[in-house]
Each structure stands twice: as C-alpha cells, then as structure tokens.
C-alpha cells in the first residue's frame, strides 16, 4: 500500500479531480489506482485569499513507483490480538468511560467475560436525568454529565484528536468507534469529531458488542471499597440499591474518570499510591459562530464545504503561567456539568453538525502544587471543589452559572446585563463579577491570556464574548502511581485513563486502557 502525502485540492473538489490529482503524482491513470482511500483530510486556511484542503491518500498501483518525497510505502497494518490467561476470577472494570469501554472490550475480545461497574445509568436513562438537570436544576449526583455510561465524553463535542502518536492502538479506537456508528469521516479527517448524538448511539452499540461477547454491566453500580490481603487485591465492595456487596477481583481496571472524587478518597483511605498532577481551571468562552468562521476563513467564511470553523490557542505569560484553549465546540453549547450538591461546573457540547448560533471553548490557566497550599495528593481535588461553591453562590445557589462579558472581565468590573452573544448554558446565567471566582492571580493570567489571544485570533477579546464559570474538570487533579507491569502498589489494581492522571480526552483514554490490558498478554 502506497500513501500519497500533500495533495492539494480547492473547496469543490470531487473524489474524481482527487483520484486524477493523485494518478498524476503516480505517473499512472486514475484507472490503475487500486484500493483507494482517503487517509487524511485537512484545512489549509494560513492564506486567506485561498483556503483549501490537504488530502492524504492511500491506494495500490501495477506500476512502478515513482521517486518522490510525497510518496511512501507502507508497512502492513498489525492487528492487536488479545491473548490474556484466564486465572479463574472474572475481570472487573470500573467505569464505562472511554478508558472503561474498551477495557472491557479488549478483556471480552480475550474470552475473560468482564464486568464493567457504571456508578451512573445506561446512556437512554442519563440523557433523561441530565436533560431534567439543566431545565430544572435538580441534580442526580450518580447520573450526570459526569456519570453513566460513556463516561464525561458522551455530552461534549466527542473530538478524536490526540497528542499521542497514532499507533495499534488509536487505529484501533478509531476503527472501533467507525464499528459503532461513528461517522466514517473520523478516519480520516485531521481533526476528528463525533459528535453528542452519535456518542449516545456508539457507546450503547460499544456496550451491545462486549455483551455479545460474554461481559457484564452493571449500571447503578459504584465501587465503594477494596479487599485486600497481603498488597494483593482479592475482593471489592460494591454499592448498588441502597445496598453493599461483595464481588471477588484479583484483577480490577480502574477507569474511574476524572470526577470520581469520593472514589479518590476511597483509594486514598485504602493506601493506594496516588500523587498531586496540575491541571487547569478558567471558564467557558463563547463567541458567534460566524465571527470565528470569519476570523479563520477570511472571504471564504460562508464556504458550505468548510463548515464551523474551530480554533486552539495558547500563551506564555510573563509570570510564568500558561493560558490555553481547550475542547473548542464549533456550533456547540456551554452545559451544565456538575456532579455534586451545592457546586457549579461549566463544559461545552456539539452535535455532529455543529450548527448552533455560538462556538465555545475553555479558557485555561495551568495550576499546581504552589497553589493548593497543601502537599496531601488530594489537595488539587479540594482546589476544584472551592471554585465551584464560589460558582454556585455566585449564580444564586440554584445551579444558575455566573458569567461576565470578556470587556467587563478585562476592565475588572462586574457585569448587569449581556450584549450581543447570548450566553447557551442552561437553565440560565446570573450577570457577575468573576474578581469574587478566582484567586487574583488565576483572573490576572486569563485577562493576559485574552489579550494576547486576540493577536492571534481577530475578535477574541470582542466586548460582548461571553465568559460562562467555572471550568475545572479539564483533566484528572490527580495521578494513581503505576508501575512498569501497569499496577499501582496494591498488586491486581490496574489504573487506566484520564482519572487515573494518563490520558486527556477521548482517544488517548481508551488508548491508553488498551495499553493497560495489553500488558497482560501473553507473547
């Protein structure tokens, strides 16, 4: 298999034009492309007098290849085989996540039938509970944005990028997804998404799949202790109607997510090693969508073959910190995404088409140890947690979000009313000063941030943008320690993904769960 780098085709191109562009680099017809396929897919916007698309291909010839620095051939794809020696005990694992689903699956795919535990509801039940949430604010502290199945991934825009490196076993967490009704074009655009509809319908799918396979779940179903003899795992606790029970495990995959804070404290209090990890904190940013299109696509804003236009900044400031974007939703919405009493958190969610009058995004300043003020590994968790009762009071104690409008934000005085963005998060927002949310230094490095931002991105630092709070859950504020066999201290415990402080985001999660089981191979 051959694969075609660089081609270069304008916004109305066809799969025709792409295979005659593509048997001219190859000094071959379009007819002798064999197996051809797109690879990659990407948006060239740096000029805005001419934005256009970048396609990787791949595809066979009869020919001889030509000598060309576009062109390489490549390596046969290897498949991963799980091949993993049943001890006698099923396998259990703790959530149903990304990390947790394909867990699961790589451990049904091994013959072990898992029993997946999901502390919070099936995916048809928590879209229920979450919709009555943000119309009513009555909060299900076990079945949330946060909790149930499909893990915090199932109400966001469901992006697929990575900052790993593409190997075995992102290939096969993109195909897997395809599998479940992701939209093909994840496989191959440069920067991926799925989409909150289809997430709801590819987890229930992923779940069918480990089912068919011998698994379990158990929704409604929340790890609540550990048995342990000798630093070996022999047993857990399992909380489930209002009621304990115990399940024999000697190999348990934690992919608990990055909210499952009564669980850290659980583990903390059962002596499993865990250690302090930065993360990062701020609010959701939310501009017109057609001003991003604009600001990124020049003239060609209105192109429909461009669709939303999406945008990643980041900063270094002068004091040291850091100030980045993260989880943009082009066409998205800002959500309420608390998943404990008396506490706001903020999140952004898309729908495959992207088509909402706003795109969103986090605005985040790095934190760390200097300021928790505490060295217990705990004390991130503890750091979150008292941003989001100022949040809650803030927006009047009834899950309403405080918001500011970025101008206000910037001059440091409160705000009564909004402008020209309407601010998306449900049920409503309460107009604030954000000087009362965040630590001096926190609100000082996002305005910077801001400012400099908006050198970047024409608009960003637009009076009426609005600043929705507060973010916290950008990833894990802690670190679960594991060794080189993927254990923790306790022997049996395997932590997984982005609770367990390896992972951020969709892809490198479930990565990252295969990796974890993949260990337990036999060569």
Not at 169 to 178: A, G, I, P, S
Not at 200 to 214: A, F, P, Q
Not at 399 to 415: I, M, N, W
Request: glycine share 8%; aromatic share 8%.
């Amino acid at each position: 298999m051959l694969r075609i780098n660089n081609i270069k085709q304008p916004l109305n191109s066809t799969i025709e034009k792409l295979k005659k562009e593509t048997a001219e680099k190859l000094l071959c017809q379009p007819k002798d492309l064999h197996d051809f396929r797109i690879s990659k897919k990407s948006i060239d916007a740096r000029n805005k007098q001419n934005v256009h698309f970048v396609y990787s291909v791949d595809c066979n010839i009869a020919t001889q290849i030509p000598t060309d620095k576009d062109i390489e051939v490549l390596s046969p794809e290897e498949k991963l085989i799980f091949k993993i020696k049943d001890n006698g005990t099923r396998p259990v694992v703790v959530g149903s996540g990304p990390a947790g689903m394909f867990a699961g699956l790589a451990l049904a795919e091994a013959g072990l039938r898992p029993i997946i535990l999901e502390r919070g509801a099936d995916v048809e039940t928590r879209q229920k509970k979450v919709d009555t949430f943000w119309k009513t604010g009555i909060l299900d502290t076990e079945t949330n944005v946060q909790f149930g199945e499909g893990g915090a991934g199932t109400f966001s825009d469901g992006k697929l990028m990575s900052g790993i490196k593409k190997d075995t076993f992102t290939t096969k967490v993109m195909h897997e997804l395809y599998a479940a009704g992701a939209p093909a074009e994840i496989l191959y655009l440069a920067k991926p998404h799925i989409g909150t509809d289809n997430l709801r319908i590819v987890v229930r799918n992923i779940r069918k799949k480990i089912e068919t396979l011998g698994g379990e779940y158990r929704f409604n179903s929340r790890l609540d202790g550990l048995i342990i003899k000798d630093s070996q795992l022999v047993a857990i606790k399992i909380y489930h109607n209002e009621e304990t029970y115990e399940l024999p495990a000697n190999r348990l995959f934690l992919a608990i997510g990055h909210s499952a804070r009564d669980t850290f404290e659980m583990l903390h209090r059962f002596g499993v090693y865990m250690t302090q990890k930065p993360f990062s904190v701020g609010a959701r940013i939310e501009h017109k969508q057609i001003a991003i299109n604009k600001a990124q696509y020049g003239a060609a804003a209105q192109n429909p073959y461009l669709g939303a236009a999406d945008y990643k900044l980041a900063v270094h400031l002068p004091n040291g910190r850091s100030a980045y974007t993260f989880c943009m939703c082009p066409g998205g919405t800002v959500v309420a995404a608390a998943s404990e009493k008396r506490r706001v958190v903020t999140n952004g969610m898309s729908e495959f088409a992207r088509n909402k009058e706003n795109a969103n995004a986090a605005l985040l300043v790095g934190v760390g140890t200097e300021d928790f003020a505490s060295p217990h590994p705990l004390a991130g968790m503890y750091f979150q947690r008292k941003l989001e009762e100022r949040a809650f009071v803030l927006g009047g104690k009834n899950y309403c979000a405080p918001a500011q409008l970025v101008g206000d934000f910037l001059q440091t005085k409160a705000s009564t009313h909004g402008g020209d963005v309407e601010p998306s998060y449900k049920p409503t927002v309460v107009w604030s000063d954000f000087s009362a949310l965040y630590p001096p230094e926190i609100a000082n490095a996002m305005r910077a941030g801001i400012a400099e931002m908006a050198k970047k991105l024409r608009g960003y630092d637009a009076y009426d943008a609005v600043l929705t709070g507060v973010e916290t859950r950008s990833s894990s504020p802690v670190r679960i320690v594991r060794d080189g066999t993927m254990q923790s201290n306790i022997r049996g415990l395997y932590p997984c993904g982005e609770g367990a402080g390896y992972a951020g985001g969709i892809t490198s999660s479930a990565a990252d769960a295969l990796k974890v089981v993949y260990s337990l191979c036999t060569k």
